[in-house]
């Protein structure tokens, strides 16, 4: 089973550039989110989805947007690219609904912003 | 923005030795889950407790949620190498689909 699938999982940016994270999952869940990492503060939620066509903002959504157009694929887009925004990137799905839902991670994607 | 601190955030121990794992917040959760993650990977779920007071095991591991719902502990007994990694508890406020993780303790098991 693929689970959720991101890509890529290194990328380096100049200050500026765009360009987007993708995130796939095979498991038909309808919530699915981003967070990134960051040492000594945790994951901290970015944007997150419960279902197609509907998006909403997390803790720290500046400088990032979203979008979903199916149930499987919910892109993260960095508009114009800072290096506070290096960090490692994790796409998350789970079950909609409840409050004991298994959050499924993929294996992240480091980005550096130079 | 509800904060969630765990500590120690740094815990290097010798094989063999118990340890506790604390997750505290000033807010209420309907629900804490406790995930642990290594090095190239996303995190991995461990439990999920509901119950203020509730207490599940597994293995070596024991999870406890606080009475009051808002903090929960990890115990570990007899530490092996292979429960190095960092763990995370994660919170869930209730009507809310967003998951709160906690600063996370990055735990190293010395053989």
């Known amino acids: 089973n693929a689970g959720v699938t991101q890509t890529p999982k290194f990328q380096v940016l100049k200050t500026g550039q765009s360009m987007t994270l993708q995130c796939a999952q095979d498991?038909?869940?309808?919530?699915m989110s981003w967070y990134r990492q960051d040492p000594g503060m945790g994951l901290r939620l970015i944007h997150y989805s419960v279902g197609a066509g509907i998006t909403d903002q997390g803790e720290v959504p500046n400088g990032y947007n979203v979008s979903r157009s199916t149930t499987e694929d919910f892109p993260l887009r960095l508009l114009s690219a800072a290096p506070s925004q290096t960090s490692v990137y994790f796409c998350a799905s789970r079950y909609q609904g409840g409050n004991t839902g298994e959050l499924f991670f993929g294996e992240g994607s480091r980005l550096t912003v130079l | 923005t509800q904060l969630l601190e765990q500590s120690p955030q740094f815990l290097s121990i010798q094989e063999g030795e118990n340890l506790t794992v604390y997750c505290n917040s000033s807010?209420?959760?309907?629900?804490l889950q406790w995930y642990r993650q290594e090095p190239g990977e996303g995190p991995v779920l461990l439990v999920t407790?509901?119950?203020?007071?509730e207490v599940k095991k597994l293995k070596r591991l024991t999870f406890q949620f606080g009475d009051a719902r808002k903090d929960s502990s990890l115990h570990i007994t007899a530490a092996q190498p292979g429960d190095t990694g960092l763990y995370l508890c994660?919170?869930?406020?209730?009507?809310?689909?967003?998951?709160?993780f906690g600063t996370g303790t990055r735990l190293t098991i010395i053989p």
């Open positions: 807010s209420v959760f309907s629900s």
């Open positions: 994660a919170g869930r406020n209730f009507g809310n689909e967003k998951l709160t």
């Open positions: 498991m038909n869940h309808e919530y």
């Open positions: 407790v509901v119950t203020g007071g």
